[in-house]
């Protein structure tokens, strides 16, 4: 007879780790811990759709509630985990709740970078991680919102989203970048250029250069104080500085820490009873080469896979190359690869229209491209990554050349 | 609630009632049917729901629109009566529908 699985994180790793847990043959209970009040949902529309109030918590939920009945997976939700006893082969709940495991997935997820600014503790500041940040920050605009003004500290995607997301509701949106560019530890100067632009016609103002000295307010927040003195007045201020995996339970547990929870390429941490899938953990990628720490939907599925198979004896090896979407305003960016290391850029099309690609290289090889609203060139930028194809400079440089034919 | 049939490319087949309103990508995942990926959730981003609308219902098939389309021609084996399964909506007319699934999503 089969022990407990429990998997901690009711995220996206745990939506995909309990069905294929059944799939691989698991015969004992699963049991989905976690700290929010919700089954686990789409993340990624937080600071999109659910947001513009186009979808509702319902229409963002990865799978119904009666999906995790049929395979018998059970929650317990609103509860942390507050201890890993792996002698005793036991987790405490923070209730005091003690339960037992045979097999422990942490899919503990990621949470984002607090930064430490005067004034961040007054009302009407937000991070954006969660459904209740967005409820949050939905409570303070309500009335109307195009008489609200919005900070975002941070120009990475998830400040870019929103700022296209509040954008679309009629907010007044200023977006305040440190770096010299928006996206600038992701992309190459050409996408930061690019969004840039797309951002500043659509009547957002972004300031790069520009870090923020304090939040001001009383109680409530009412303006930021930007590194150049200015003062701008704000309803409400929105920090997306990154984001850190959560790993001090695992730490605290004594299991190997990398940037994450440090585990193989079969999700198996330094405990063999204990796998760790997603945001939290970092693996040795055979594709990119190197140990890395991924934060992406797609990831956090293929490794729950990867660890679901694990928990039942079997190795898998995953062959997929990573890959992540942004969608602000009517464009849908989708990067293909992962540029970390890249030396030359090379750009595909008319980088002043809303449709072309970039196309990121180590040398010879290819490592990535980010495709803006072309589709096509996505998924071929995919295939020729995962047949380890490179494509000549001449190539992706001429948009006329046919790409798929490289791929016969 | 509409039934939709899937048959995946072995040729075994499962049934799923699917509320009207949502899709049928939505239907498989629910109904953890292999074979369906779905890896961006079902915001037309990757092509890991790509499926074959069976011929007697074709025509009986929301438009295709440009992102689709666009996916649907870098997707492994397209073919004339290829669609992203999550931009399928259900509707009452839909009661019955097949669709089969491809060997792979890649």
């Given at each position: 007879?089969?022990?407990?699985?429990i998997?901690i994180?009711?995220?996206?790793?745990?939506?995909?780790?309990?069905?294929?847990?059944?799939q691989?043959?698991?015969?004992?209970?699963?049991?989905?811990?976690g700290?929010?009040?919700?089954?686990?949902?789409?993340?990624?529309?937080?600071?999109?759709?659910?947001l513009?109030?186009?979808?509702?918590?319902?229409?963002?939920?990865?799978?119904?509630?009666?999906?995790y009945?049929k395979?018998?997976?059970?929650?317990i939700?609103?509860?942390?985990?507050?201890?890993?006893?792996r002698?005793q082969?036991?987790?405490?709940?923070?209730?005091g709740?003690?339960?037992?495991?045979?097999?422990l997935?942490?899919?503990?997820?990621?949470r984002?970078?607090?930064?430490?600014?005067?004034?961040?503790?007054?009302?009407?500041?937000?991070?954006l991680r969660?459904?209740?940040?967005?409820?949050g920050?939905?409570?303070?605009?309500?009335?109307?919102?195009s008489?609200?003004?919005?900070?975002?500290?941070?120009?990475?995607?998830?400040g870019?989203?929103?700022?296209a997301?509040?954008n679309?509701?009629?907010?007044n949106?200023t977006?305040?970048?440190?770096?010299?560019?928006i996206?600038?530890?992701?992309?190459?100067?050409?996408?930061s250029?690019f969004?840039?632009?797309?951002?500043?016609?659509a009547?957002?103002?972004?300031?790069?250069?520009m870090?923020?000295?304090?939040?001001l307010?009383?109680?409530?927040v009412?303006?930021?104080q930007?590194?150049?003195?200015?003062?701008?007045?704000?309803d409400?201020?929105i920090?997306?500085?990154?984001?850190?995996?959560?790993?001090?339970?695992?730490?605290?547990?004594g299991?190997?820490?990398?940037n994450?929870?440090?585990?193989?390429?079969?999700?198996q941490?330094?405990d063999?009873d204990?796998v760790a899938?997603?945001?939290?953990?970092?693996?040795?990628?055979?594709?990119?080469?190197?140990?890395?720490?991924?934060?992406?939907?797609?990831?956090?599925?293929?490794?729950a896979?990867t660890a679901?198979a694990?928990?039942?004896?079997?190795?898998?090896?995953?062959h997929?190359?990573?890959?992540?979407?942004?969608?602000?305003?009517?464009?849908?960016?989708?990067?293909?690869?992962?540029?970390?290391?890249?030396?030359?850029?090379?750009?595909r099309?008319d980088?002043?229209?809303?449709?072309?690609s970039?196309?990121y290289f180590?040398?010879d090889?290819l490592?990535?491209?980010?495709?803006?609203?072309?589709?096509?060139?996505?998924m071929?930028?995919?295939?020729?990554?995962?047949?380890?194809?490179?494509p000549?400079p001449?190539?992706?440089c001429d948009?006329?050349f046919?790409?798929?034919?490289?791929?016969? | 609630?509409?039934?939709?049939?899937?048959?995946?490319?072995?040729?075994?087949q499962?049934?799923?009632?699917?509320?009207v309103?949502?899709?049928?990508?939505?239907?498989?995942?629910?109904?953890?049917?292999?074979?369906?990926?779905?890896?961006?959730?079902?915001?037309?981003a990757?092509?890991?729901?790509?499926?074959?609308?069976d011929?007697?219902?074709?025509?009986k098939?929301?438009?295709?629109?440009?992102?689709?389309?666009?996916l649907?021609?870098?997707?492994?084996?397209?073919?004339?009566n290829s669609?992203?399964?999550c931009?399928l909506v259900?509707t009452?007319?839909?009661?019955?529908?097949?669709?089969h699934?491809?060997?792979?999503?890649?």
């Amino acid at each position: 007879m089969q022990g407990n699985c429990i998997i901690i994180g009711a995220s996206h790793a745990a939506a995909q780790l309990a069905p294929s847990l059944r799939q691989e043959g698991w015969e004992g209970r699963i049991i989905i811990i976690g700290d929010e009040p919700h089954a686990p949902y789409h993340r990624p529309p937080l600071s999109k759709t659910f947001l513009s109030g186009e979808k509702t918590l319902d229409q963002i939920l990865i799978r119904p509630l009666a999906a995790y009945d049929k395979i018998d997976a059970e929650f317990i939700l609103g509860q942390r985990v507050k201890h890993i006893d792996r002698a005793q082969k036991t987790i405490q709940l923070d209730n005091g709740d003690t339960l037992e495991y045979e097999k422990l997935a942490l899919c503990t997820g990621s949470r984002p970078r607090q930064i430490p600014l005067p004034g961040v503790e007054l009302n009407g500041v937000h991070y954006l991680r969660t459904v209740a940040d967005i409820e949050g920050i939905r409570g303070d605009l309500k009335g109307d919102p195009s008489s609200a003004r919005v900070v975002i500290i941070g120009g990475g995607y998830i400040g870019l989203e929103t700022a296209a997301a509040l954008n679309k509701l009629g907010v007044n949106v200023t977006v305040l970048e440190m770096m010299d560019r928006i996206l600038q530890r992701v992309t190459a100067p050409v996408i930061s250029d690019f969004y840039h632009r797309v951002h500043s016609e659509a009547g957002v103002n972004i300031q790069t250069g520009m870090g923020v000295d304090a939040i001001l307010g009383d109680g409530k927040v009412n303006a930021v104080q930007c590194s150049n003195g200015e003062i701008l007045d704000a309803d409400v201020v929105i920090i997306g500085a990154g984001i850190v995996p959560n790993t001090e339970l695992a730490e605290a547990a004594g299991l190997d820490i990398d940037n994450g929870i440090a585990v193989d390429a079969y999700a198996q941490s330094s405990d063999p009873d204990i796998v760790a899938a997603g945001d939290c953990s970092s693996y040795p990628h055979a594709l990119i080469g190197s140990r890395v720490r991924l934060e992406s939907v797609p990831n956090a599925t293929e490794q729950a896979k990867t660890a679901a198979a694990s928990i039942c004896g079997k190795q898998i090896d995953n062959h997929s190359h990573p890959w992540f979407w942004s969608d602000q305003y009517d464009i849908k960016l989708q990067i293909a690869g992962f540029n970390m290391g890249y030396d030359t850029v090379l750009v595909r099309g008319d980088k002043n229209s809303r449709s072309f690609s970039v196309w990121y290289f180590k040398g010879d090889q290819l490592l990535a491209a980010d495709c803006i609203n072309q589709a096509k060139e996505f998924m071929q930028a995919k295939q020729l990554l995962t047949k380890g194809i490179n494509p000549s400079p001449g190539h992706v440089c001429d948009p006329d050349f046919d790409l798929k034919s490289l791929l016969a | 609630m509409p039934l939709i049939n899937y048959v995946d490319a072995s040729g075994n087949q499962f049934e799923a009632e699917v509320e009207v309103g949502s899709n049928v990508m939505q239907g498989a995942i629910d109904n953890m049917i292999d074979g369906i990926l779905a890896e961006c959730g079902g915001a037309c981003a990757c092509a890991t729901c790509h499926c074959y609308v069976d011929a007697a219902w074709q025509d009986k098939m929301p438009a295709i629109e440009s992102a689709e389309q666009d996916l649907l021609e870098a997707v492994v084996e397209p073919k004339d009566n290829s669609r992203l399964s999550c931009q399928l909506v259900v509707t009452e007319d839909m009661d019955g529908l097949v669709v089969h699934l491809p060997a792979s999503q890649y």
